[in-house]
């Protein structure tokens, strides 16, 4: 399987000025976010603004980010839904287009039981050869894959690791107690992060590293290398950043409306989601500008 990394960031995606799809702006955002410390991004997750895209806009992006970044980094597709047979046919495509790996999230609105989850993303793996992500957050699915469940899927060889948004401490730990050795485990929200570094976890697929992804590579770099202090001292800087980005207004409104701001020309929202209200604008600049911006802004 490909080496997917421990730094992604979980990529908006750019709309001109029509609200069309601005595939040539994703291809220069996701390689400025490479050179800003990311392993690889994930096109058309929930940041990505997915519910609003349609198949050809997906699969477009798909192709797009992934003929503009090469081999210099990953390209994970998010193709998981709430309809099985419909992710297993996306999955392939974006395999056909040539991405890197799948992001796959629990089945959101159904609410299936745990038997359900895990024939959904067993057969999603069974029908790639790519490396597959799980991802579990509870909540926007409005239900939560047990450790038992997650482990017994790590099971499943091109399954390769799960994103982790629970915010549960106690969950992670038992999921890397009683999964497959090599199955890994990326932090799902950023201010878990180090936490999850500390039990064990991989890395972390990011919003934040929009805007500080330099920053978020020292954390890790610095918790590998021993340095837990100088880590801890980053993570409590950047602990305003992630929160504000995070409360403000729903995910993905402030990174898109920061980015925005700083002169990256990465156009507005689709409704349902719209900007924020002027308080929660002023919030988000005031905690932004507090910030050395490790991403130089794209033309």
């Known amino acids: 399987m490909a080496e997917i990394g421990r730094l992604l960031t979980a990529m908006i995606t750019p709309f001109d000025e029509s609200g069309a799809v601005d595939y040539e702006q994703a291809q220069q955002l996701a390689l ?15 940041t990505g603004e997915v519910p609003t895209l349609d198949h050809d806009e997906k699969m477009g992006l798909f192709k797009a980010v992934k003929q503009a970044v090469g081999d210099a980094g990953v390209v994970i597709a998010g193709t998981g839904n709430y309809n099985t047979a419909e992710s297993e046919k996306l999955g392939r495509e974006a395999e056909a287009a040539g991405v ?3 992001l796959l999230t629990v089945p959101y609105y159904n609410k299936p ?18 490396p597959c992500i799980m991802y579990n957050i509870p909540g926007r699915t409005g239900i939560n894959m047990t450790a038992e469940t997650t482990a017994r899927l790590s099971r499943i060889p091109n ?21 497959r ?19 064990g976890g991989y890395g972390v697929i990011c919003v934040v590293s929009h805007l500080v992804g330099l920053q978020m590579r020292e954390i890790i770099d610095k918790y590998l ?41 990465v156009g507005g929202l689709r409704l349902p989601l719209v900007d924020p209200d002027e308080a929660a ?13 490790d991403l130089v802004v794209p033309a």
């Open 281 to 293: 604008a002023a919030k988000i600049m005031a905690e932004v500008r507090r910030h050395r911006i």
């Open 181 to 199: 050795d090599g199955f890994r485990v990326w932090s799902g929200n950023d201010s878990d992060t180090l936490p999850i570094l500390s039990i």
């Open 113 to 130: 039981p745990q038997e359900g989850l895990f024939r959904h993303f067993e057969t999603l793996a069974k029908g790639t050869s790519l």
């Open 100 to 102: 890197d790996g799948l």
């Open 32 to 46: 400025a976010l490479l050179r800003s410390g990311s392993d690889g991004v994930v096109v058309a997750g929930t």
């Open 225 to 265: 290398d021993g340095k837990v202090e100088a880590a801890s001292q980053i993570h409590r800087r950047l602990l305003p950043l992630m929160m504000t980005l995070m409360t403000a207004a729903s995910n993905p409104i402030p990174i898109k409306y920061a980015l925005r701001q700083l002169g990256c020309k």
């Open 159 to 179: 399954i390769a690791g799960v994103k982790e948004a629970s915010g549960n401490l106690e969950q992670i730990g038992q999921i890397m107690n009683l999964s």
